[in-house]
């Protein structure tokens, strides 16, 4: 049987039930320093000093280090974040100063002992305060920073960090044809990645220059390039380890606890310095999830066809924009979902407010989209009195049409959306969104809403192998990607088995990241790892492959072409008993005489994204992904007339995913991502108070999912249309569970409560309120 | 229990064995478990306040959150970690039904389901639900989990 399809167990499933899987914060080298984060307690103020002098006197302390001390301002796309806060605090739990001490104890107590003087200035709490006329500035320098990695295109004098445009067909044109239009207004609160692992960075300046940074990150080698970039450094200089890490979900793949670890082991002449994060740092420090407004209308047929949509999107970024451009684009070149809309107007903002900045969170900016649009597609259907399903289907992208951004569709690229629907009709037996009652005030509905999603990588992303074979004839994979959770380097191992024809307990994979012997790899996101690795793993394949027959064509004395390979042999396709064993030559091939020819065999594959593009200022023109990945998600609740409480009884997924490598995987990120989708859609969301203040920065009040809240049954299903040009036509899969689930919720308890319920979370309190408004 | 001043040394009994440590006043049992003398960083720190689980270990056969516990309080006490189960039937289940992801909340909720599967009375349904809401996992289903451990405790309600 082969390895592809098969549900094998995780590499590192053994330690990991053991306790003995290891995490950065589980290895300490002796003497090492801590150091804490000072977090600002005010969300926008000029600082007007910082009396650090009291700190100082303790006992045990190495350093304190304020903003005036470093003088770099960093960010992914825009630099405008300077690792401590400078002249002004822009959100409550920014870092203002930073501790070193000989453990953490003292450093907390210094920390205490900090003392700052601020004058207050207005609070942008909101999108809406942020984009009012004459609001006040959260970045006075707007349009003055350096854009380190265009485009962006932020408006001075506002609190405009960035706008991305796409504009298709002529829509003013189109509107006065439609029969129907529907206008939806959804708002969507910040929330945070709360992977269980809090972020944590460790890092040493030796004698020699080199830098040594340990760290939790989802992005080695960008923690590499940035160290490198903000401080001058030599890339090769800055070595990055990563072991497991403890889930991520986007938000460790921004550069930040490694800047100040490194500041503050500079600030100690390099001695090893570990911060480690607190949950409440976690959440009200380090980025978390954007908040959107968003205006959608739709113009379509009284047959359902759609024929446009106008559509814009306030991201609330909070005080730094970190990745949001990116996202802006990502939203912006996917934001009709996987729907044929000829003609389209769409505009995405970047607002900067007084909010703790954000990042990439599980499917970048494609969950709070895809809740907007579904949920727009999901008046519509009411409104036509339509099969939700059904108004999904018609409007399905197919091949050979544009995406907004005008990128051409295959078969191959996009998938087949219409049979997703086709088969979720079965999984979940499929009641058109009819409300049914089963109890005197309980009534049961389903709601459906689909999704597409693409990598929106940049144009130059890329990947590496190196495969090397020991004397048995079995294989070292070593690669750039991170294992927090998906089997990443698992299905790596498969990929490899399958090419080598090698049983999966003959590959052993590095499981560690360390970006001085690892091949260069993007970024550990965008669910791109399976493909963009397994291309690499099958190119370094292909590579030890030509080593083994051309050594063994030496030896057997014929042509490599009259080669073939399997069951760990190399043999003549003419004659198999005239064989050669891969630990035969995996070292180099010994004579009977004692002299060898050959030596180890290393093979090498690469990979780099090809045909992708920046997308144009004005229409938003090009090509954001190599490929889509489709699908259509469902629930079904039961929902309680009186109290507003409600039960979700059934969650479902179809999904496009090319092939599925390796099932019970796949089957584990949908239904986690499910479940993370519910949680955001029912509960979850940052409280801030009226002063900019994070309130809610513990999971006592930041409440997610627990045992016993998740759906009661989770359905799975999956077409496999392949993408030719990925490793065995394995789609991306990963953030996918997570984009719609929201959205076909809201579509549930928006039939059963009779009341459009466009703000997220929907808590009974939230399905009241909107009920009594509209009453 | 004992009351402490300074640092000082004191004596537990963690997976069986006996262990001298120096601990300071106010230190956690997390915070000591995890420290360079034991080395048992198989329970975790995920908010140090009671919330999460992560950092659960067994005290007396009791799932205890050791972030929530002095080490002070726990001499003369039996603290299982992780490390102190031997192929527990509730490790494999967690292998078999692809209970964990990341891995991170791993430990926690395998102490959770084995002291709940060696309990005496066999849990019905709800009391399983009960006993796993004291820890969060923010990758899985929890469907995964739950079946996990419901398959190491005796069913009360199974014929
Ligand atoms: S670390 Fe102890 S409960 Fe979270
Ligand atoms: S497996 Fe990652 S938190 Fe549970």
């Not at chain 1, 499981?511 to 690499?536: F, I």
């Not at chain 1, 409480?645 to 997924?653: F, H, M, N, P």
Request: net charge neutral; proline share 5%.
């Amino acid at each position: 049987m082969s390895i592809i399809g098969t549900s094998v167990q995780r590499k590192e499933a053994r330690n990991k039930v053991s306790g003995r899987a290891r995490y950065t914060n589980d290895l300490t080298i002796p003497g090492t320093w801590h150091a804490v984060v000072v977090p600002a307690r005010q969300a926008h103020a000029h600082i007007l000093s910082i009396d650090t002098e009291k700190a100082k006197q303790i006992a045990g302390v190495k350093a304190v280090i304020t903003g005036d001390d470093v003088s770099v301002l960093t960010g992914d796309v825009i630099e405008d974040r300077p690792p401590l806060a400078k002249d002004k605090v822009r959100y409550w739990g920014e870092p203002i100063a930073l501790i070193v001490a000989r453990d953490e104890a003292t450093a907390q107590r210094a920390a205490g002992m900090i003392t700052v003087r601020y004058r207050p200035l207005p609070v942008i709490n909101s999108i809406g305060d942020g984009i009012a006329d004459n609001a006040a500035l959260v970045h006075e320098k707007n349009g003055g920073y350096k854009v380190a990695t265009p485009p962006a295109y932020p408006k001075k004098q506002t609190n405009i960090a960035d706008e991305a445009n796409v504009e298709k067909g002529d829509v003013e044109r189109a509107w006065p044809g439609s029969d129907i239009t529907v206008d939806i207004h959804v708002s969507l609160p910040q929330i945070d990645h709360a992977a269980m692992e809090p972020r944590v960075a460790k890092a040493e300046i030796l004698p020699d220059g080199r830098v040594l940074i340990h760290c939790s990150s989802q992005a080695p080698f960008e923690v590499r390039k940035l160290i490198a970039k903000y401080f001058k450094l030599n890339p090769g200089q800055v070595v990055v380890e990563v072991p497991l890490v403890g889930g991520a979900f986007g938000g460790k793949s921004s550069v930040q606890l490694e800047v100040l670890a490194y500041i503050a082991s500079k600030a100690v002449g390099g001695r090893v310095v570990k911060i480690v994060n607190t949950r409440e740092t976690d959440m009200a420090s380090c980025p978390g999830g954007m908040g959107l407004e968003a205006d959608i209308s739709l113009a379509a047929r009284q047959d359902g066809h759609l024929l446009a949509a106008k559509m814009r999107f306030y991201m609330d970024i909070g005080a730094y924009t970190d990745s949001a451009p990116r996202v802006a684009r990502a939203i912006a070149a996917q934001c009709t979902g996987p729907y044929h809309i000829a003609n389209l107007h769409t505009d995405v903002f970047c607002v900067y407010t007084n909010h703790t900045y954000t990042t990439a969170l599980r499917g970048f900016g494609h969950m709070p989209m895809t809740f907007a649009v579904e949920r727009a597609m999901d008046e519509l259907a009411q409104k036509l009195n339509m099969d939700p399903l059904r108004l999904r289907e018609i409007n399905a992208l197919k091949p050979g049409q544009l995406t907004p951004t005008k990128a051409r569709l295959t078969e191959s690229n996009l998938g087949h959306l219409p049979l997703t629907i086709y088969k979720m009709r079965e999984l979940i037996g499929w009641k058109q969104g009819k409300v049914e009652r089963v109890g005197e005030h309980r009534v049961r509905v389903q709601g459906v809403a689909a999704f597409w999603k693409t990598s929106s990588s940049p144009p130059n992303a890329i990947s590496g192998a190196i495969i090397t074979m020991n004397s048995d004839g079995s294989v070292n994979l070593s690669i750039g990607a991170v294992e927090f959770g998906p089997a990443t380097k698992t299905t790596a191992a498969q990929i490899l088995a399958a090419q080598l024809r090698i049983p999966l307990d003959k590959v052993f994979v590095h499981e560690d990241v360390n970006t001085h012997v690892d091949p260069e790899h993007w970024k550990t996101v965008a669910s791109m790892s399976t493909y963009m690795v397994g291309r690499a793993v099958i190119d370094a394949a292909n590579d030890i492959i030509n080593q083994l027959k051309s050594l063994g064509a030496a030896v057997l004395r014929c042509s490599p072409d009259d080669l073939d390979f399997g069951d760990e042999k190399v043999y003549v396709r003419d004659d198999p008993s005239i064989a050669l064993k891969f630990s035969q030559l995996a070292l180099g091939y010994k004579y009977k005489e004692g002299d060898s020819i050959g030596g180890q065999l290393i093979g090498r594959g690469r990979f780099m994204i090809r045909h992708l593009n920046l997308l144009d200022q004005q229409t938003g023109k090009g090509r954001p992904g190599p490929a889509w990945t489709v699908g259509v998600q469902a629930v079904e609740v039961e929902y309680d007339q009186n109290t507003h409480q409600y039960r979700i009884l059934k969650a479902a997924s179809v999904v496009d995913a090319g092939r599925v490598i390796n099932p019970a995987a796949a089957r584990g990120q949908l239904m986690g991502g499910m479940n993370m989708g519910l949680g955001v859609a029912s509960r979850e969301g940052i409280h801030y108070g009226h002063d900019g203040q994070f309130l809610n920065n513990q999971f006592r009040s930041y409440r997610v999912m627990r045992v016993g809240e998740q759906a009661d049954e989770y359905l799975i299903d999956f077409v496999e249309t392949p993408q030719i040009d990925a490793p065995f036509g394995a789609r991306p899969l990963g953030e996918h569970g997570i984009l719609a689930i929201g959205a076909a919720l809201a579509n549930a308890l928006s039939r059963a409560a009779g009341v459009p319920l466009n703000t997220l979370p929907i808590t009974p309190e939230a399905i009241w309120r909107a009920r009594r408004h509209q009453s | 229990m004992k009351t402490l001043t300074r640092p000082e040394q004191v004596t537990l009994t963690i997976n069986g064995e006996g262990r001298d440590v120096v601990i300071y006043p106010g230190e956690t049992l997390l915070y000591t478990l995890r420290g360079d003398a034991l080395g048992l960083t198989g329970a975790k720190p995920g908010c140090e306040n009671g919330d999460c689980g992560a950092c659960t270990v067994l005290i007396d056969n009791i799932p205890t959150k050791s972030c929530m516990v002095l080490t002070a309080e726990v001499e003369n006490r039996h603290v299982t970690t992780v490390e102190g189960l031997e192929d527990a039937p509730i490790q494999h289940a967690f292998v078999d039904n692809s209970a964990f992801q990341c891995g991170y909340c791993t430990s926690g909720f395998i102490m959770v389901g084995h002291a709940l599967s060696q309990h005496a009375d066999a849990p019905d349904d709800s009391r399983v639900v009960e006993w796993l809401r004291s820890n969060i996992c923010r990758c899985t289903g929890y469907q995964e989990i739950y079946d996990a451990v419901r398959s190491v405790c005796q069913d009360s309600t199974a014929p």
